[in-house]
């Protein structure tokens, strides 16, 4: 079982600029703009995302984890995500996205942090396990975005602290998926299908520039991360890792 190393809170006092139950480490802006939000409110009702949140934290090991740690989720939206860690006993949590009014929506007994995952401020050595559901494929460049993430991930993780992460990943049910989903018969009856149609539309230059780098990304995470699990199926690609110590 790991076992949290840091004994440090997460945020100093220093870094903290609060405003209403926020802390606001960038100015925040709308995550895309309001026609990708709705689409995204529209996709999932809570229930069903919280549902699928929380077979992934299964299949990620989460239930063996100690429930002191400190868990960060980025680009956690509106926060269900950290509800269902909330759910499963973990207390010690942080949310982190750039949307205020996602944020806002998030549960209130975690951090939330308005922060650019590219300029996180995370207390060295202070974060037992970062998770994002979701989130990597919205950085606008590769594979510049993605070090510098990674590299403030690794920088703020505990040694042997866990990296989770769960993102599209081209396949042959993605590939379908796409085809189903802009064929307009289906958009017109299905509001599922035209949500997910509507949200490629308004990411399309990072959602395919993501798909197109398979590659790249596996040796990125794989500079940082030892591999613990890896999956991927039905269009998505499933990691845990943990923080690589360097050799002596």
Known sequence: MFRGLSGKRPVT?????????????????????PRWENAYQGFEQP???????????FRMGFDSLERSLNIVDLFCGRGNGLAVLQEMGFQNLSGVDLSPALLAKAPDRARRIVADCRDLRFEPQSVDVFVVQGGLHHLPELPTNLSLVLD????????GGLFCAVEPWDTPFLRAVH???????????????????????????????????GSLIRAEVAKRFDVTLEQVAWGKWMFVGSKSIPRQ
Not at 47 to 57: M, N, S
Request: proline share 4%; glycine share 2%; with cysteine.
């Open 47 to 57: 229930v069903e995302e919280k549902r699928k949140f929380r077979e992934r934290f």
């Open 179 to 213: 085809a189903v989903s802009f064929w307009k018969p289906a958009r017109r009856l299905l509001p599922k299908f035209d949500a997910f149609a509507t949200m490629v539309e308004e990411e399309r230059d990072t959602y395919y520039s993501w798909l197109s780098s």
């Open 13 to 33: 006092e220093a870094q903290i600029k609060m405003q209403d139950g926020l802390i606001y480490w960038h100015s925040g802006e709308h995550c895309c703009n």
């Open 152 to 159: 403030q991930v690794a920088q703020s993780l505990v040694p």
